[in-house]
Each structure stands twice: as C-alpha cells, then as structure tokens.
C-alpha cells in the first residue's frame, strides 16, 4: 500500500512580508509596568544617567512616577513610542533592573548576619548602616500608615540629606516612606523636625537609616555609590 505524505486540510504557513512586519514595528503603542521602588534610583543612575542613556538610544519616551505615586513598594513607568523603539527601551530597562537588584544585594559583614527589612534583599545603605548601628526589624505587620516626628540635631541635616540629596532619596526608596523635612526658615533652636509617613514596619526602617547615616562618613552619598566623583 502506498502510504501519502500530503496533510489533508492543512494550510502552509508562511511569515508576513517584510514590509507587513515594518508597518506593525512602526506603531505607536504604550507599555506600562511596576518598579520595585527600593531598586529605582539605581536604575535611573547618578543624576538620571543610566535611564537618560536609554532614552538617547532608543529615542523611545521614558516616564517614572514621582515620589507621591509610589504604592505598596511599586512605581510606575511608562514607556511609549514605536513598537520597536518600546521593545528596544523595555529590554534595556529590564537589564538596568536586573543590574539594579545585583547592585544592592551587597555581601555581608563578617561575623553578622545582616538583615533585611521582611527579608527582602540588603541594600548597600542598610548593609553600610549596620556597620554603625544594629538593626532590629519591626514586629508590627499593621498595614495602616502612620505619621511619626521625630527631631535631629540641625548640624547633621546635611549628612541626612547628602550630596544633592541624595541620601535622604535613597532612604525614601530604601523604606518606602514619605520624609518630609523642616525647611531652613521653619527650623527653631538647634533642632529640626522630619515627618514619617507610612507602614509602622517602614516608618520604623526610615527612622533607624536616618540615625544611622548621621554616624556615616560624611562623604556617604559617595562611598555607597548613590553619587560619582
């Protein structure tokens, strides 16, 4: 018997022309996504390096919401542009992402185990911060915010704010917290009043790295890599 190879009522499939394939990589679409906000400042970079290195390459339009959208520890950003300049951004994002987690999962100190808030990964400011002050995590779970005020002597708002202020923002990434910080003209005696919002469990975080980076070298912002020379 002769046995045929011929499909019976398959179609052949074959791939669009090309020109189908560059009409569809020239349409304008929009990706939206959620950005573990403890990894964003070192996914932007130094003064908005790495995120404004992309936006050249691609000349895709890149936006990350700013510090009163943050929700539940996520941030929002929003690519748009082409369908190839979107997949050309998005897969350059997810690589800074990826060296962003690497970045701030820094060895630990010998001798002690450092810890994480929730045991989420230890940044190189909770890594630095324990160094200089032990760290004891929150056992309140409350998922209710709270504000708490709390005062530092007004010598030491520059190590808390750093360089550009860059070390009061990491802090902000780091806890998840809202910091507000008296202004110059607000400030009475030798003290100045900051306001933490947020989760009891971060509120707690925020308030000890502010203590801790008041014990840091004053040239922190530098030393934990949030700034270049």
Partial sequence: AVVSTQSTGARSRSPPPRSILEEFMREDITKE???????TANVIGPKG??????RQQTTAIIKIGD??????????MVISGTLKE???AFNAVKRLIKDAEDEIRGPGVPGEALQGQGGAPVSKMMEQAQTVLPFT????TSEEPVD????????????VLGRRAAIISEIRNTSNCKIIIEKDGEVVGDDRKIKITGKPKDVHLAEYLISAVQMMPKDASYKLGLLQH
């Fill in 67 to 76: 510090d009163d959208s943050v929700a539940e520890g996520k941030r929002k």
């Fill in 148 to 159: 708490k005020d709390i005062t530092i002597p007004n010598k030491n708002v520059g190590q």
């Fill in 137 to 140: 995590p929150s056992e309140d």
């Fill in 49 to 54: 390096s790495r995120i404004s290195a992309i």
């Fill in 33 to 39: 996504f959620m950005l573990d906000n403890a990894i």
């Fill in 86 to 88: 979107v997949m050309w």
